[in-house]
């Protein structure tokens, strides 16, 4: 974004993400789960809509102005929790057989959070979720989640139905160690680096 408006290269430091409030858990639940403030670009009526179809157990944890949409297009294996506390999202994302995002996010802290509990992630292939999550396909052993092309519920669908299969090829420790790459201390040593290595040494008036 930065090379397309202003024409100027630009080096990455992501942010930091607080791991430790996440809980690592190797044994999952048999459930899927969104957690996202429910507006228009997060495309949870998407996740929705796949589900669905899928017919597979799906938790929908956060709330915005699509609440009601969402609650006319969920089925019965759909359950909508609305807004809890942190304490219940950690949880749940510590249980969930996968986490689902289907948004365009620079970044998406979120999908961090998910593998720092152990939790495979299974994303809209576009944004930061290209940096974050390691599709399995292409990184075998070392996967963490699973990438899907195009934002329409098909192509969701098609991701679950893969995950479904071969998902028991991720490992937890893997989704765990990838999230370490986004901690607290990385973001200081490289942003401290980052600093020392432009700093300006001239004095001015």
Same mark, same amino acid.
């Given at each position: ?5 202003y024409r ?5 430091i992501y942010?930091p ?10 044994k ?5 789960l969104?957690?996202?403030? /429910? *507006?228009?670009?997060?495309k949870?009526?998407?996740? #929705?809509? =796949? +589900?669905?179809?899928l %017919?597979?157990?799906?938790? $929908?944890?956060g709330d ?7 609650r006319q ?20 994302m ?8 289907a ?7 979120? /999908? *961090?959070?998910a593998?720092?509990c152990?939790?495979? #992630?299974? =994303? +809209?292939?576009?944004? %930061?979720?290209l940096?974050t $999550?390691?599709?399995?396909?292409e990184?075998?052993?070392q996967g963490t989640?699973?990438?899907?092309g195009?934002?329409n519920?098909q192509s ?26 986004f ?23």
């Amino acid at each position: 974004r930065i090379w397309r408006c202003y024409r100027r290269e630009a080096k990455v430091i992501y942010p930091p993400v607080q791991i430790e409030r996440f809980p690592y858990q190797e044994k999952k639940e048999d459930f899927y789960l969104v957690v996202s403030r /429910l *507006v228009s670009y997060k495309k949870v009526p998407l996740i #929705v809509e =796949a +589900f669905n179809q899928l %017919g597979l157990p799906l938790v $929908v944890i956060g709330d915005g102005p699509q609440m009601a949409l969402i609650r006319q297009l969920a089925k019965d294996n759909i359950q909508i929790l609305g807004a809890v506390s942190d304490r219940i999202v950690a949880e749940y994302m510590s249980k969930a057989k996968a986490f689902i995002y289907a948004a365009c996010e620079d970044f998406g802290i979120a /999908l *961090v959070e998910a593998q720092a509990c152990g939790t495979p #992630v299974i =994303a +809209f292939a576009a944004g %930061g979720a290209l940096e974050t $999550v390691r599709d399995l396909r292409e990184n075998s052993p070392q996967g963490t989640g699973l990438l899907f092309g195009e934002q329409n519920p098909q192509s969701l669908v098609a991701a679950v139905k893969y995950f479904v299969d071969q998902g028991d090829r991720i490992a937890p420790e893997s989704c765990r160690q990838q999230a370490n790459k986004f901690t607290p201390e990385v973001f200081r040593n490289a942003y401290s680096l980052f600093i020392e290595e432009h700093s300006i040494s001239k004095n001015y008036c």
